[in-house]
């Protein structure tokens, strides 16, 4: 089960909406109703949570796989989670996904979505910077096998 596609685009979506529900959940419990920095501080937090997540993630798959292998998984999986966090993630604080108005429920899919964009960049950008993304051992492979091979003389008749 663990192989086929969907389980891994759920999985990621549900990771990512864990990581909003321990937010909101801290948020919740820890902080006045008042206090507005404490609820940016944790909201900061969650995205660069999803971003690393995202960039540690997109790392190790472009590791293993092209490119078109795994970037479909990971932003099916982020959209998912995006949909998640922003539909169902507001009544894990007692509020609906439209209670603060559309400029917040528009301002959380832009941040969720620029976190997510960054993230998987960072992730394949490093992995490509050390040259360990699937194209640089492939090349590197193909480089290794023409310099071992011995150069085949034609001769004259």
């Known amino acids: 089960m663990r192989q086929q596609r969907w389980f891994r685009i ?87 996904p439209f209670e603060g108005g559309a400029d917040n429920f528009f301002a959380q899919v832009w941040l969720f979505a620029a976190c997510g964009i960054a993230g998987t960049l960072i992730g394949y950008w490093v992995a490509v910077m050390l040259g360990r993304d699937h194209r640089s051992r492939a090349l590197k492979a193909f480089t290794q096998a023409r310099t071992e091979r011995p150069r085949r003389v034609v001769g004259r008749r």
């Open 10 to 96: 759920a999985a990621l979506a549900v990771a990512l909406f864990v990581i909003n529900v321990i937010a909101r959940l801290v948020i919740r419990f820890s902080s006045d109703s008042a206090d507005d920095s404490a609820s940016g501080f944790a909201s900061i937090a969650m995205f660069t949570v999803i971003a690393l997540v995202l960039a540690v993630l997109t790392f190790i798959r472009s590791q293993r796989v092209k490119p078109g292998d795994w970037l479909p998984d990971v932003g099916f999986g982020a959209l998912a989670g995006l949909a998640l966090t922003v539909l169902v993630g507001p009544f894990v604080s007692g509020e609906s």
